[in-house]
């Protein structure tokens, strides 16, 4: 089964029009029409939808910290460096493009790896 992603407002829209010129699926909170959703409701989004979120902000870290302690399950959340992933989107898109095609989403849960790999 393939990773899809979530991507939060943070991603550079590079990326994600990279990773479905490859055949990734992406949806970005804005097109889900969530892009003024507190973070824990975009977390919450992703889990409904079955993506794993990809962001660049530090404050879903803090969310994911959270539920990890309280032992509440979340979808797993991919955590980049904003400016690295804007100045060098291609070396983001190729992780992603990799999780998605040789992962599982089960892989991701209640975890927050860093990009890049």
Wanted: aromatic share 6%; with cysteine.
């Amino acid at each position: 089964m393939s990773v899809a992603f979530y991507t939060d407002h943070h991603v550079p829209g590079a990326v994600v029009r990279g990773l479905r010129r490859r055949g990734v699926d992406a949806l970005t909170v804005q097109e889900d029409g969530h892009d003024s959703a507190p973070d824990p409701d975009v977390l919450d989004r992703a889990g409904a939808l079955g993506r794993v979120l990809v962001t660049c902000d530090k404050d879903f870290l803090a969310e994911a910290t959270a539920r990890q302690a309280a032992g509440r399950w979340f979808v797993g959340v991919l955590k980049a460096v904003q400016n690295d992933m804007s100045h060098r989107p291609g070396r983001y898109i190729d992780d992603l493009e990799l999780i998605a095609v040789l992962d599982d989403p089960a892989d991701y849960e209640n975890r927050v790896p860093h990009l890049p790999l």
